[in-house]
């Protein structure tokens, strides 16, 4: 195997400890296709934002041999609109070209340090009101569990880390490789919706039905011409109800979630077959190959062909 890919973690004055060990966990059985490090910025004991302190053994100077550098979350109550001139120094130390990946309050430094102006980012929806009004030049998306802008990845709060953290390992290894992550560390290797589902609503009123098994059914259907008027029917709901319902529970419409679905079912036929890529639209749903190119280069910018040889090497020019 090739040399691990470094990670270097940023633990920041007051972080969250969970979220601290989210890439250690997370890339870290990635059976060793990562190294993860964790540096803080002033000194080796960092105060976290509960009753104790870590030490880490590394400082800022390491971030300079990342790959990719992790931000987690610190404590909100310690936000500023600037840049603390030691997280400013920290981030100086990071070499262009690196990507750069936020959890939650993470992305303010990011938005504080300008660099984020102009480019799509989320964070904790909680605090989405507060990260406009400081950082309008920010194209904030609240409603996401997390935002792929290239070379810097933000996430929301808490367990999007986990998102965020596969979706490296899906991007860099496949889904195969995520998926084995996912199972390894007991957590789904793909979350349905956004930061929408979480956000505070009315308690659902007593036995009303919901939307899940008919996202199940759908799921096992996605080869064939589903419409929304099939899947509200399945859930013995009328279509607006059905929507809202959907919307309520997942966070994103019943047809962007369909869409989805048949691009990640896609996506592990392109690493795990040899099948065309008109074979594989028609077995996920969509109409003919050019559509598949289409959805697909529109949700991660690339092919099925380049897709498919990242994952399985060079083979026959199957676009």
Same mark, same amino acid.
């Given at each position: 195997?090739?040399?691990?890919?470094?990670?270097?973690?940023?633990?920041?004055?007051?972080?969250?400890?969970?979220?601290?060990?989210?890439?250690?966990?997370?890339?870290?059985?990635?059976?060793?296709?990562?190294?993860?490090?964790?540096?803080?910025?002033?000194?080796?004991?960092?105060?976290?934002?509960?009753?104790?302190?870590?030490?880490?053994?590394?400082?800022?100077?390491?971030?300079?041999?990342?790959?990719?550098?992790?931000?987690?979350?610190?404590?909100?109550?310690?936000?500023?609109?600037?840049?603390?001139?030691?997280?400013?120094?920290?981030?100086?130390?990071?070499?262009?070209?690196?990507?750069?990946?936020?959890?939650?309050?993470?992305?303010?430094?990011?938005?504080?340090?300008?660099?984020? %102006? #102009?480019?799509? /980012? =989320?964070?904790? @929806?909680? *605090?989405?009101? $507060?990260?406009?009004?400081?950082?309008?030049?920010?194209?904030?998306?609240?409603?996401?569990?997390?935002?792929?802008?290239?070379?810097?990845?933000?996430?929301?709060?808490?367990?999007?880390?986990?998102?965020?953290?596969?979706?490296?390992?899906?991007?860099?290894?496949?889904?195969?490789?995520?998926?084995?992550?996912?199972?390894?560390?007991?957590?789904?290797?793909?979350?349905?919706?956004?930061?929408?589902?979480?956000?505070?609503?009315?308690?659902?009123?007593?036995?009303? %039905? #919901?939307?899940? /098994? =008919?996202?199940? @059914?759908? *799921?096992?259907? $996605?080869?064939?011409?589903?419409?929304?008027?099939?899947?509200?029917?399945?859930?013995?709901?009328?279509?607006?109800?059905?929507?809202?319902?959907?919307?309520?529970?997942?966070?994103?419409?019943?047809?962007?979630?369909?869409?989805?679905?048949?691009?990640?079912?896609?996506?592990?036929?392109?690493?795990?077959?040899?099948?065309?890529?008109?074979?594989?639209?028609?077995?996920?749903?969509?109409?003919?190959?050019?559509?598949?190119?289409?959805?697909?280069?529109?949700?991660?910018?690339?092919?099925?062909? =380049?897709?498919?040889?990242?994952?399985?090497?060079?083979?026959?020019?199957?676009?």
């Amino acid at each position: 195997m090739s040399t691990p890919h470094r990670v270097v973690v940023l633990a920041l004055p007051g972080v969250y400890p969970f979220e601290l060990g989210i890439p250690n966990r997370v890339l870290g059985s990635a059976e060793d296709r990562y190294e993860v490090l964790t540096c803080g910025i002033e000194g080796s004991s960092v105060r976290t934002n509960t009753d104790f302190a870590i030490t880490v053994e590394h400082g800022p100077e390491v971030l300079s041999t990342a790959g990719t550098v992790v931000i987690p979350p610190f404590d909100h109550h310690l936000l500023s609109q600037g840049l603390p001139s030691a997280a400013g120094a920290a981030l100086d130390a990071i070499r262009p070209g690196t990507r750069v990946v936020s959890i939650c309050t993470g992305a303010f430094l990011l938005a504080a340090a300008g660099w984020l %102006d #102009g480019r799509p /980012a =989320t964070t904790h @929806w909680k *605090l989405a009101p $507060l990260f406009r009004q400081w950082y309008p030049r920010v194209d904030l998306d609240p409603d996401v569990l997390f935002v792929d802008d290239g070379d810097l990845l933000t996430s929301a709060g808490a367990a999007s880390g986990v998102d965020v953290c596969l979706h490296l390992v899906r991007a860099d290894h496949g889904s195969e490789v995520a998926n084995r992550v996912a199972r390894a560390c007991v957590v789904p290797p793909w979350r349905d919706g956004g930061q929408a589902q979480y956000i505070e609503q009315p308690v659902p009123e007593e036995g009303r %039905d #919901g939307t899940a /098994a =008919t996202r199940g @059914w759908a *799921l096992e259907r $996605l080869g064939e011409p589903l419409a929304l008027s099939d899947l509200a029917a399945h859930a013995n709901m009328s279509l607006r109800t059905f929507i809202r319902r959907f919307n309520e529970e997942v966070g994103v419409s019943p047809g962007r979630w369909l869409t989805q679905q048949r691009i990640l079912r896609a996506r592990h036929l392109l690493e795990s077959t040899d099948l065309p890529v008109e074979d594989i639209a028609g077995q996920v749903g969509f109409a003919t190959g050019t559509s598949l190119r289409q959805h697909l280069r529109a949700a991660i910018g690339v092919s099925p062909l =380049t897709y498919r040889r990242t994952f399985r090497g060079a083979m026959a020019d199957v676009s």
